[in-house]
């Protein structure tokens, strides 16, 4: 394949349009220049010139033109090929009326644009009386002309229009050019057609650059005229490149223009505009050269494609630890009616992408509800995090949920963290006991909901996100409002879709298939099978049990019970009493759920399970049935009362 580079080689390629007389001085010197050039030479001016000057752009045949006079500054404004043109010096006029003195004493001279000073001064020298004259179109060349026969001029001095004009007039004509300025001509437009030929090289570099680029990109001259376009931009704009090249960018919707960027040269990125019926995010920026700005470049790129891209980058980094929901509504025991109520609910809330708020006791499988409602929405392959806001103290969950920029706080990681909230992206965000969250951080997650976007710690730009949230309390929240410790306006944004997941003792149909699933599957997990007749006999001490810990003391119980089956310490139905030394709750007096039950009674309990732990916090809340973050609260909350 031929670079653009290897087409620069060659000889440059010239094409001459002047009328004859030029012409033909121009044909004495073509054989001078050998291999360095390729010469065509046109006897044509003006509209004619133009014609066939436009048809060699098009094929791309010729590097250069050479002209001169007038009909080369009409074709210079009309061809983007460069044109040379052929200077008349005061040294070709003095030659010329060398020429004329030989015919006559009487000489005029017709000058393109403007007379000759220098000439009215030498006049005396050559003893020759000289009429000059300015012209500036044919017409005016062939009025002076005729104006000069009548004055009885027999010779004038001209460029080739003067020169076909004098002769129709009957005149003596000499050509005002000397080879030497033809030579000086030919010479210009070589130096124009290499420079040229690079540049032709250099922008179809370029413009392969562009097509190869994805996006809309487009490039202005400093006078905000489009200079080079990729297909994409032509099919913003809705034009071919033809048509759209050298148009004013102002034509064309203000979102796009460069004008701010022309005149202040300061960059600005990521702003989305809507143009072509499409969202882009647009960036301008300024060409300089030699630190004078030359020109701006516009790039557009489609906001959907990003938006994709963004999607398919952060899936990728999930896939290396992604969160993800393990429950679903399959994993969700009981036939009560009114967990059956629950599930028909959640399935419903499941459907939509809303946000749902989830309100129950402590472990009634809140976050069960959470993950099922995710694995069964449209998110479901996407992640599921789980924070609970009563674990953390408030600036530790601020960074968590929405990040840190490098150097936020001492102490903060290098490269900075990015929160729950965007690693839930495109997935659904579970905020546990979201009553307990301190009142400035809710005022940011309100904010965080109502934009969809959040800003890092020590951020500045805002990182849009795209998260469902499902919420959840153990606590009315209605309650903290009027307490001020939950403000209403979050509550409102959060309490869309309500969930109650009701208290096991509320449900105890549910006890029968809940307690038989746990201690199955942990007794298979410990080799061991469910001994159908010790179940039969348990059964009614499990269903009599008021659960203050729900599903999750169960739970647990049940893998305390699995323990001392599988290890044939409890054998029959006789080794009730056996069980009953390791699981009094269930042979005693139900424990008082802490809310409802005396703070004394329950502080003593918490005491008691702590001394036989020796303080651990882990084993404390599995033997309460509660869970860590529970045992966590009520530590709180009986130190308050105790304040
Ligand atoms: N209906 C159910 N079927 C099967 N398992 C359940 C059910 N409900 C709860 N569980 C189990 O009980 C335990 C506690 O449930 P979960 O953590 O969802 O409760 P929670 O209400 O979110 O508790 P907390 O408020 O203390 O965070 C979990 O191990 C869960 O799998």
Redesign the pocket.
Known sequence: MQTPLAEAEGPIRLCFLSYRHLSRLARSVIEEYGDRAQFEVIDESFEAALAIARARERSGTIDAFVSAGANASFLRGSLSTPVAVIKVTGYDIMLAMLKAREITRRVGVVSYRQTVPELDQVRDLLRVEVAQKAYRTPAEAQEAVRELAAHGYPVVIGSSIVCESAEKEGLTAILSYSLSSVRQGIEDALELGRVARLERARYAQLDGVLQSLEGAVLAVDRRHRIVALNTPMERVLGGSRAELLGQPLDRYPAELSLLGTLESGEPDRGEVIRVARRDWVRGRSAIRERGQITGAVLTLQDARSIREADTSLRSQKRKEKSPAAR?SFA????SSPA?QRARETARRFAATDITVL?S????????????AIHSASRRADRPFVAV?CSAFPETLLESELFGYEEGAFSGSRRGGKPGLFEAAHTGTLFL??IGDMAPPLQTRLLRALQEREIVRLGGVGPIPVDVRIIA?T?QPLDLLIQERRFRSDLYYRINILRLQ?PP?RDRAE?VE??AS??LARCLRRLGSTLDPELFAALLPRLVAYRWPG???E??NLCERLAVLLAHGQADGPASLEYLAQDCPELFALPQPPPAAGSAADWRERLDEVLAETGGRRQETARRLG??R??LWRHMQELERRAT
């Open positions: 429950y994993d969700l025991k009981g967990l989830i129950g006791e402590s472990g009634t499988g809140k976050e069960l509800f959470a993950q609970n546990d006991e959840a153990h997941v096991l549910d298939e809940l699933t746990f729900n599903v999750r169960l739970e509660i869970s973050a529970t």
